[in-house]
């Protein structure tokens, strides 16, 4: 089983909303990864977290906030988004982050956010 | 830093016929190379990859890629397309060596033809 699911499919919301997505894996990973998709553009990495801890954070705005609670769950706490920031997010987990045969990682199906 | 280019924003064949993504990379050390697959909104889907070995990997669905080093390249190839193969496909690629995050090509839209 290679199933990453992810929640909700869609969401819609105002600038001064807070919301939250969420990711779930059962397949004992070890990695989870935050990524942004703009239309016909290919997915761009936001955050890393490798056993729980956050490993990377490429440069995001604070108003992305992402949290592991445990090995099997990330989310990504949304706050005072802009129109700019509409985009297909992407859940993706790995066994581990580095190993040459570990490393490959499984998408989910994304949550399309449209900030309005 | 490593990188990815999918020269090709479109390619377009009829069912059947042999199809070709062309994809070629960058990296300083050992380049780890994947292939994913995106279908319309819907997340990424992994095809293959290339650690070491054989140069030819077979991956889903009927897909396989040559790893050229000389060339810098690993293009996805597949004998017959389908009309279902019709999708968006990503080229990635990691350095081994320096131990560096997954990055993406562009990606390539991919259209079968009845």
């Known amino acids: 089983d290679t199933e990453v699911t992810q929640t909700p499919k869609h969401l819609v919301m105002g600038m001064t909303n807070k919301k939250s997505l969420k990711c779930e894996q059962h397949?004992?990973?070890?990695?989870m990864y935050w990524y942004k998709q703009k239309a016909k553009k290919p997915p761009e990495l936001m955050f890393v977290?490798?056993?729980?801890?956050?490993?990377i954070n490429e440069s995001v705005p604070s108003r992305f906030s992402p949290e592991c609670p445990n090995s099997s769950l990330l989310n990504l706490h949304l706050h005072a988004l802009q129109p700019e920031d509409s985009a297909l997010y992407l859940c993706?987990?790995?066994?581990?982050?580095?190993?040459?045969?570990?490393?490959?990682?499984?998408f989910g199906p994304g949550t399309r956010l449209t900030v309005l | 830093a490593q990188s990815v280019a999918q020269p090709e924003d479109q390619v377009n064949v009829a069912e059947g016929n042999p199809l070709t993504v062309k994809c070629t990379y960058s990296?300083?050390?050992?380049?780890?190379l994947f292939w994913y697959v995106q279908y319309p909104n819907r997340g990424l889907q992994f095809l293959l990859k290339?650690?070491?070995?054989?140069?030819l990997v077979k991956g889903s669905y009927g897909f396989e890629a040559e790893f050229n080093k000389s060339q810098t390249s690993f293009h996805l190839k597949k004998p017959s397309a389908l009309v279902s193969d019709s999708a968006l496909y990503f080229c990635?690629?990691?350095?081994?060596?320096?131990?560096?995050?997954?990055?993406f090509g562009a990606g390539t839209r991919l259209t079968v033809k009845p």
């Open positions: 993706a987990s790995s066994q581990d982050r580095r190993g040459p045969n570990t490393d490959t990682q499984y």
């Open positions: 397949m004992g990973h070890r990695a």
């Open positions: 977290y490798s056993y729980e801890k956050l490993s």
């Open positions: 990296v300083s050390g050992n380049p780890y």
């Open positions: 290339y650690i070491t070995g054989d140069n």
């Open positions: 990635a690629v990691r350095d081994g060596y320096n131990n560096n995050d997954m990055r």
